[in-house]
């Protein structure tokens, strides 16, 4: 199976946030992943800690809202990492970045930087769905959500479903700094737990 290149912002606790039935997905068919972490995570001041919970969780660049990223130099950084693990495909985020956060929103911008700059390289690209607000805090629910709004897209959409949701648990755990009162609510409720909608680039 070739490589997959799961971009992640501004910490991998939100590649397991958001990304979790991806992640799993790819995992269980064989495919060997690879997290690109734009960011030490160091809005807070915990940038030396969250590395170390980075290595911990994978194993089970400037940062900040107001800091805006550079598309091209993202599109650089990220193309290195294709070249060096020759990955084919990418998952990120789609132009909102599921909370309108300016870092997601710009690493979706830096990858169709990539793509529109090396259209000959064959790299196939998926983003995540942002849904709204209720949507977004279905739970589980959105698993029979997802299927039924996507097969009246008129592009390409694929659901897939985290058939272990405790195992996201598990690896948000694994980032004590970031797993505060608020994202525990968020990994319970959030329908991104359960089932990520990815469309094609």
């Given at each position: 199976m070739a490589p997959v290149l799961s971009m992640c912002c501004p910490s991998f606790s939100l590649d397991i946030m958001f990304f979790s039935p991806t992640i799993l997905f790819l995992e269980s068919k064989g495919h060997k992943l690879h997290v690109l972490c734009m960011s030490l995570g160091n809005a807070d001041g915990f940038g030396d800690t969250r590395k170390e919970e980075l290595y911990n969780a994978c194993a089970t660049l400037k940062d900040g809202f107001h800091e805006e990223w550079d598309h091209g130099l993202l599109a650089e950084l990220t193309m290195e990492q294709i070249q060096l693990w020759d990955i084919d495909t990418i998952v990120t985020f789609d132009s909102y970045g599921v909370s309108g956060h300016p870092n997601h929103r710009d690493v979706h911008h830096g990858i169709c930087k990539l793509l529109h700059e090396n259209q000959q390289e064959n790299i196939e690209a998926w983003e995540l769905v942002s849904l709204n607000m209720f949507r977004k805090y279905s739970g589980a629910v959105e698993i029979w959500l997802s299927p039924l709004i996507s097969s009246?897209?008129?592009?390409?959409?694929?659901?897939?479903?985290?058939?272990?949701?405790s195992r996201t648990f598990k690896a948000m755990a694994a980032h004590r700094s970031q797993w505060v009162w608020f994202r525990r609510l968020f990994v319970t409720l959030s329908s991104y737990t359960y089932v990520n909608m990815l469309q094609k680039f």
């Open positions: 009246s897209s008129k592009q390409l959409v694929c659901c897939l479903v985290n058939c272990s949701p």
